[in-house]
C-alpha cells in the first residue's frame, strides 16, 4: 500500500517497521475526537477559501459514515496504515477522491493528534469529575444513617481522639474536591487549540485557527506552534492528578481493608463486593478494595511514564511521543474502573456498631480533651499534658479508664480540677466538647455535613 508520505523514497517499508510503528492497536479509540477535529478544520478550510462549500459538505458527511462505521466495528485495522489518522484520512480519499485528499490541507499529524488528544483529555475530565462527585456524594449519603457514630481517630494507627464518623467520610469528600479542583484547573491549559500549528512552524495558507478553535469548542488558540505541536504537559498535570486520585483511593480502601479485619471488626463489606476462597469456606476477602489499592500503582507509574517520555526530548514533534497514549489510557481506564466501584462499597458498607461501641472507651480517647480542660483552668499546656500523663500511666496500673478514677485522686494530680470535669471524660463527651472549625466534633461535623449536603446537589 503506498504510503502518504511515500513520494520520495524508493523503497517499500520493511513489515516489521510497520509492526514496529504501528500505533492503530491503541489510538483507534482517538477516532470520534479525530473526526470532530477534521471537521472544523473542513469547516474552517471553506470559511478562509481554501476548499469549496460542497468539498466542505462532502468531506463532513463522509466522515460522519466513517465515525459510524468505526463505531459499529466495520473498519478494518491495517498496520500499514499505521494510526487512526491516517485510517480515516485513507478511507475519505477512497471515497472522496481529490476532494479527500484536500483534507490536510493546512495541518500536520502533529497538531491534528495534539488536537485529539486535548478533545479527548478534555471529555475525559468532564466524565472524572461526574465520577468523583458519585463517589463524595456516598459518602455524603451514608452520613445521615452515620450521624451517630462516633469512632476513634488515629496518628501512627494508635488510638488518638475519638471523631464523628461523618467526619472520616467528609474528609474523603474534601480530598476528591481537590481532586476535582485540580482537574478543573488542568482544562483551562488543556482548553487551547493546537490545531494549525501544522507540523512545527504554522503555514504560510491562509488558515484561521481561531476559528477552528471557537469550532472545537477551545477558549483559546496556542500562541507558539514549535511548542504546542510537541506539548504533553496536559497530559502529565491530567495523569499526574489522576495518580494523586489513585492515592487517595489507595488510602482509603487500606483503612477500610484494615477496618473489615477480625482485629478491628469496625466494619462489613457488601458481599457483592467481597470474594471467597477456594480452600478456606469462612473467607470474605476485601479483593476488590486491594485492587484499586493495588491498581494504584499502574495510574502513578503512567505519571511517571509520561514524565520519562518527554525528558530529553529536542524540540518540537519526536516519534517518542507516540507512547504517551499508553500511559493516558491505562491511567484513565484504571482510575475510572476504580471510582465505578467505589460509590458502591462506600453506601453499602456496614458499620459494626455493637463492636465500635463496645471498645469505644479503650485507648484513652479523652486524654487530650482532659488537658484541655485543665488550660481552660490557667494551667500551662506542658504542665498539664504532663498532669494528664501521669493519671494515664496510673489508670493502666489500675486497668482503669480516666473517667473512672475518683474525683479525690484527680484533684491530687492537680487542684484545678472540679466535679464538672466528668464532662470532658468519656468518648462521648469529648465529641460533644471538640469545636473548633473543622475538627471531628458533633457540632462542627454536622455543620461541614449541611454545607456538603448542598454542595454536591449543586455539583
Ligand atoms: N502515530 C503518530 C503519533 O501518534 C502520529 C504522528 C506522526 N507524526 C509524524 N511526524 N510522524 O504520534
Not at 449519603?141 to 494508635?158: C, E, F, I, M
Request: with cysteine; net charge negative.
Amino acid at each position: 500500500m503506498a504510503k502518504a508520505w511515500g513520494g520520495a523514497f524508493s523503497q517499500a517499508t520493511d513489515p516489521r517497521v510497520e509492526k514496529f510503528t504501528e500505533s492503530i492497536s491503541f489510538d483507534a479509540r482517538l477516532a470520534e475526537v479525530d473526526i470532530r477535529g477534521s471537521q472544523a478544520h473542513a469547516r474552517m478550510l471553506a470559511e478562509v477559501g481554501l476548499i469549496s462549500a460542497a468539498e466542505r459538505d462532502a468531506i463532513i458527511t463522509t466522515l460522519d459514515e466513517i465515525g459510524s462505521e468505526i463505531s459499529q466495528g466495520k473498519m478494518a485495522w491495517k498496520i500499514e496504515l499505521e494510526d487512526i489518522h491516517m485510517h480515516i484520512e485513507s478511507a475519505l480519499i477512497v471515497r472522496l477522491g481529490d476532494t479527500g485528499r484536500k483534507l490536510h490541507t493546512g495541518r500536520s499529524r502533529n497538531d491534528q493528534v495534539a488536537t485529539d488528544l486535548k478533545l479527548w483529555v478534555r471529555g475525559a475530565i468532564d466524565e472524572l469529575d461526574e465520577l468523583l462527585a458519585d463517589v463524595q456524594r456516598a459518602f455524603v449519603g451514608r452520613s445521615d444513617a452515620d450521624q451517630d457514630v462516633v469512632l476513634p481517630g488515629y496518628t501512627h494507627l494508635q488510638r488518638a481522639q475519638p471523631v464523628m464518623a461523618v467526619h472520616y467520610w467528609l474528609a474523603y469528600c474534601e480530598k476528591f474536591a481537590r481532586d476535582r479542583e485540580r482537574l478543573a484547573d488542568c482544562r483551562k491549559r488543556v482548553n487551547i487549540s493546537p490545531l494549525g500549528a501544522a507540523a512545527l512552524a504554522g503555514s504560510s495558507l491562509p488558515i484561521d485557527r481561531h476559528l477552528s478553535a471557537k469550532l472545537l469548542g477551545f477558549d483559546g488558540v496556542a500562541a507558539n506552534s514549535l511548542d504546542v505541536s510537541s506539548d504533553r504537559d496536559f497530559e502529565i498535570e491530567f495523569v499526574s492528578t489522576l495518580a494523586l486520585i489513585a492515592a487517595h483511593l489507595s488510602t482509603w480502601a487500606e483503612e477500610w481493608i484494615l477496618w473489615c479485619t477480625t482485629e478491628f471488626s469496625y466494619l462489613k463489606l457488601p458481599h457483592a463486593y467481597t470474594t471467597g476462597s477456594s480452600i478456606m469456606p469462612q473467607k470474605r476477602n476485601p479483593d476488590v478494595l486491594e485492587l484499586i489499592r493495588g491498581k494504584s500503582a499502574r495510574v502513578i507509574a503512567s505519571a511517571q511514564q509520561l514524565f520519562l517520555l518527554v525528558k530529553g526530548l529536542p524540540m518540537a514533534y519526536n516519534r517518542d511521543l507516540q507512547e504517551d497514549k499508553l500511559a493516558l489510557f491505562a491511567a484513565f481506564d484504571t482510575i475510572k474502573s476504580c471510582l465505578e466501584l467505589a460509590p458502591s462499597i462506600v453506601a453499602g458498607a456496614q458499620l459494626q456498631l455493637d463492636k465500635i461501641n463496645a471498645r469505644l472507651e479503650e485507648g484513652f480517647l479523652d486524654a487530650t480533651t482532659l488537658m484541655e480542660y485543665l488550660i481552660l483552668r490557667g494551667v500551662p499546656m506542658r504542665t498539664g499534658h504532663e498532669v494528664v500523663g501521669k493519671l494515664v500511666a496510673l489508670c493502666e496500673s489500675r486497668k482503669c479508664k480516666l473517667a473512672e478514677v475518683p474525683l479525690s485522686d484527680l484533684q491530687q494530680a492537680c487542684d484545678k480540677i472540679t466535679a464538672d470535669v466528668s464532662q470532658v471524660l468519656g468518648t462521648h463527651n469529648v465529641v460533644a466538647a471538640l469545636k473548633s472549625y473543622g475538627s471531628g466534633g458533633r457540632g462542627p461535623v454536622l455543620e461541614r455535613l449541611t454545607e456538603w449536603q448542598q454542595r454536591l446537589e449543586a455539583n
